[in-house]
């Protein structure tokens, strides 16, 4: 995750995350293209339809997106707010798991017509850091340095990893507790993204990725896909 974004891209992004990118000049933490986008990204092309565009940031630096969006309508979601909220964040500081949407207009999201909008639906994914290390999970202890996390994609954005990617795609990032209630485990897009990234991954992607999910989640079912090559 660089605090200092490649603008100079070799392969021109589509448009969607080309937007996301320039609203985010100037914006001084370090920040990362993360999810569907992110996978695609790595791939050197779209594969398939997004509904919005994953950012990932620090949770430490969440008032830096307040202030880089100014007037703007921005949906926060934390464990401190029901799930189906809809009011607009006024930069309360936000627990983990945290999330911050950035809706369109025509969104169930859209706050005052008053405020800003964007024309690309997009959310900032809050992250722990610790010191030069991306805490990916924290119960199991999983921090991996973030210069392994994140690295310029064709694209030319700081970008998650490939394999990073699949771990959050995977849940390999949630709590035992978590995993057992959550029903966001193998959505049919993650599962598209993992077949469309895995052949591509290095010898040492892989063998990362097979004994860090391994850990967080031993029974989970990539893992059989993982083992060899």
Avoid at 48 to 54: A, K, N, P, S, T
Avoid at 116 to 122: K, M, P, R, S
Avoid at 142 to 151: D, K, T
Avoid at 179 to 190: K, M, N, V
Wanted: aromatic share 8%; glycine share 6%; proline share 8%.
């Amino acid at each position: 995750m660089s605090d200092h974004p490649s603008r100079g891209t070799a392969v021109p992004p589509p448009e969607a995350v080309a937007y996301v990118r320039d609203l985010l000049a100037g914006f001084g933490p370090a920040w990362c293209l993360c999810g569907g986008w992110a996978a695609d990204a790595w791939l050197g092309r779209q594969t398939r339809d997004h509904c919005d565009v994953d950012i990932a940031v620090f949770h430490r630096d969440q008032h830096a997106v307040f202030e880089h969006l100014p007037g703007w309508a921005l949906v926060a979601h934390d464990p401190n707010v029901p799930d189906d909220t809809t009011r607009q964040w006024n930069g309360r500081r936000l627990d983990l798991p945290a999330h911050i949407h950035v809706p369109r207009l025509g969104s169930p999201l859209a706050t005052s017509a008053t405020l800003t909008h964007t024309a690309v639906e997009f959310e900032f994914l809050l992250n722990e850091r610790s010191g030069h290390d991306w805490v990916l999970n924290r119960e199991h202890g999983m921090a991996v340095p973030l210069e392994r996390c994140v690295r310029p994609s064709p694209w030319g954005l700081p970008t998650a990893s490939a394999e990073v990617v699949l771990f959050f795609k995977a849940g390999g990032n949630l709590t035992a507790a978590e995993a057992e209630t959550s029903t966001d485990i193998l959505r049919p897009h993650d599962e598209q993204d993992f077949f469309a990234l895995l052949p591509i991954l290095t010898a040492a992607q892989r063998s990362w990725l097979r004994e860090s999910l391994g850990t967080a989640q031993p029974d989970h079912p990539w893992l059989s896909h993982l083992r060899g090559r």
